[in-house]
């Protein structure tokens, strides 16, 4: 599955987050380290959906939410 992730450049940090897995995020000093970082948040994110027996949110198409 591929999830839309958005990275963003603040003043000392790059941050990201998943917009289709509320409170999945990750911040780090670079951009390949968020990248990095927020792929092992997705892993984890859906490890516990399942592991609490919750479905596991589809992907959106970018094409749906405008990118």
């Not at 990201?16 to 990750?26: I, K, S």
Request: charge should be negative; proline fraction near 7%.
């Amino acid at each position: 599955m591929q999830y839309t992730v958005v990275i963003e450049k603040g003043p000392t940090s790059y941050g990201a987050h998943v917009l289709e897995l509320p409170g999945c995020v990750a911040a780090a000093e670079t951009r390949e380290e968020v990248s990095t970082l927020i792929r092992e948040a997705i892993q984890l994110y859906i490890e516990e959906l399942k592991k609490d027996g919750l479905s596991v949110p589809e992907p959106t198409s970018p094409e749906l939410i405008g990118l």
